[in-house]
């Protein structure tokens, strides 16, 4: 493993409440990450420590295999807020070359980067509109570009689709699989976890201010697996009667059939096949994030309701 970025035992707190309590995690190069949690979870805290906003108030942060200086490293991300970071009288154009600048790139350089994304983007018709113009999907394509331009190691994209439509939120995608095929490290926070399983590599899922789940989302999906199938007969007369399995559900096209503990998937197969039937398809049902989410979340808000009743 190569890791871009490293976090040990961060903690932040405000006042009475821990916003990230003895967190650590690592964000290999070249990645896609995904950073998950309900709101008030940890998750724009930690972001802004990792952009250098906020300091935390023990722990470390490494990025690129140093300790990580806020004034010296900002250059190396780009940050895209999930909330709009733009100056709403300021022409489009002029916003990004400003943008570009402070981000240390010479203007032509900068220039040449700006025709080169407003082109690929579909923007070159906006350059003298002003932000406040602009719908929120608009919005959004300018602060992907201004987060982009200077070609950050580590970019951090927060509701990047928000306000997009499908055409749009494709195109804005297919950018983000491109610019970490090139080398970037890409960080993914989002509410929306269909957009996570397609997107990332590896998750980390916090709530009330710890980390509650860390790996990749194949093995995670195998985690949290009920061992259950979807099985598609030629018909389905007389189905087997077996204690290797118990029918969970039933339709006209497919059955949901539970494998019980001591028993293997072809266990399953041998009853149905035993029994005269022709099995068209058998396929393992695996939980999406989004179940296994709900799941985490309202476990961890029960352990800790439970803990204050205590004390």
């Not at 821990?18 to 995690?25: L, N, Q």
């Not at 041998?270 to 989004?290: C, D, R, T, W, Y």
Request: some cysteine.
């Amino acid at each position: 493993m190569d890791p871009i970025l490293q976090l040990s035992s961060l903690k932040k707190h405000y006042a009475t409440q821990k916003a990230v309590d003895d967190i650590s995690f690592s964000i290999e190069r070249g990645s896609i990450f995904g950073l998950l949690g309900p709101n008030g979870a940890g998750k724009t805290t930690l972001l802004r420590m990792i952009t250098g906003i906020f300091f935390p108030d023990s722990g470390s942060i490494t990025l690129d295999g140093k300790k990580f200086e806020p004034l010296e490293d900002g250059i190396k991300i780009g940050y895209m807020p999930e909330e709009r970071g733009l100056y709403k009288k300021m022409k489009i154009g002029e916003q990004a070359l400003y943008l570009a600048q402070l981000k240390g790139m010479e203007k032509a350089e900068a220039m040449e980067k700006i025709k080169y994304w407003f082109r690929k983007l579909e923007m070159e018709t906006w350059w003298n509109k002003k932000v406040e113009d602009l719908s929120k999907g608009m919005s959004q394509k300018l602060q992907f570009v201004t987060t982009v331009l200077h070609e950050p190691k580590l970019i951090i994209l927060d509701e990047p689709f928000s306000g997009l439509d499908p055409l749009n939120a494709n195109l804005i995608k297919d950018e983000i699989f491109g610019l970490a095929q090139k080398g970037s490290t890409v960080i993914f926070s989002t509410h929306r976890m269909e957009q996570v399983e397609e997107i990332c590599d590896h998750i980390v899922l916090v709530n009330l201010g710890k980390k509650i789940l860390d790996g990749t989302v194949k093995d995670i999906k195998q985690q949290f697996k009920a061992h259950r199938f979807a099985l598609e007969l030629n018909h389905q007369d007389a189905l087997p009667q077996h204690p290797s399995f118990e029918l969970v559900d039933q339709n006209a096209s497919a059955l949901t059939v539970q494998i019980n503990p001591g028993f293997q998937s072809n266990d399953v197969l041998q009853a149905f096949m035993g029994s005269g039937h022709q099995i068209v398809s058998f396929k393992e049902i695996l939980p999406s994030l989004n179940e296994i989410f709900i799941r985490l979340v309202e476990g961890t808000a029960a352990t800790s309701r439970a803990f204050q009743s205590q004390n």
